[in-house]
């Protein structure tokens, strides 16, 4: 089945543990970006990535980190978190045409709490 | 970067069509928009993509004017399972270098009731 899969789907930390939310599509996918959902917000992008090796920032990118180091995985990762990262935090990842994001596939979700 | 408006919330009876507006005032020429469905607590799913004029598929039509500046989602006769949360997405340009940065608006809430 073609999917996105997102780990943990929920997950309670304390500020400053550094932490890493895994993301994964089987649909051989170049493009795969990360967002975070917060009430009144909608979906702002965390960084996105091209393909293997590219990553570029999005609106929100302040506080975390990516790699791409696998065209499948795409990590987000969280090295000092804070209360203000308290969110639910999304992947996607689309077929690339012409060098543009198509239709994209959104994981589950995470549901992040930093106390 | 291209930001979008949309109504924060809208009311329908069930068998109405309903048509969602987003603005886009600065969207850029190679920009495409892009309309997706969010239910609670899942992940967002695609509906529609467009770049001008009229685009239709089996769920729902997009109606983009000539200037761009806006467009809007038309969901033929809507059902109580058509309630969610829909977003107005506009970007990418597809120039290598500064493609795909996508920005969501802050999304309609559709509430359809019988």
């Known amino acids: 089945e073609a999917q996105v899969t997102q780990n943990p789907r929920y997950l309670i930390t304390v500020t400053g543990k550094k932490l890493t939310v895994t993301c994964s599509q089987n649909?051989?996918?170049?493009?795969m970006s990360w967002y975070r959902q917060d009430p009144g917000l909608g979906l702002r992008q965390i960084y996105y990535?091209?393909?293997?090796?590219?990553?570029d920032k999005g609106d929100v990118p302040e506080g975390y980190k990516v790699s791409r180091k696998e065209k499948r995985n795409f990590p987000l990762i969280l090295e000092s978190p804070s209360p203000n990262q308290t969110s639910l935090y999304f992947c996607?990842?689309?077929?690339?045409?012409?060098?543009?994001?198509?239709?994209?596939?959104f994981g589950p979700g995470t549901r992040l709490t930093v106390l | 970067l291209a930001k979008t408006t949309q109504p924060i919330s809208m009311d329908s009876y069930e068998g109405q069509e309903v048509n969602i507006t987003c603005s886009h005032n600065?969207?850029?020429?190679?920009?495409?928009i892009t309309w997706y469905q969010q239910f609670p607590s899942q992940g967002p799913r695609f509906i529609i993509q467009?770049?001008?004029t009229k685009v239709t598929n089996e769920v729902a039509s997009l109606f983009i004017p000539a200037d761009r500046k806006s467009s809007t989602l038309s969901l033929p006769r809507v059902s109580l399972s058509d309630t969610a949360v829909y977003y107005c997405?506009?970007?990418?340009?597809?120039?290598?270098?500064?493609?795909?940065?996508?920005?969501f608006g802050t999304g309609t809430r559709l509430q359809v009731t019988l």
């Open positions: 996607a990842s689309s077929l690339l045409i012409r060098d543009r994001a198509n239709e994209q596939f």
């Open positions: 649909m051989n996918h170049e493009y």
């Open positions: 990535s091209m393909n293997v090796e590219v990553t």
């Open positions: 600065n969207i850029a020429t190679n920009d495409y």
């Open positions: 467009g770049y001008k």
């Open positions: 997405l506009v970007g990418d340009g597809g120039n290598t270098g500064t493609a795909s940065k996508l920005t």
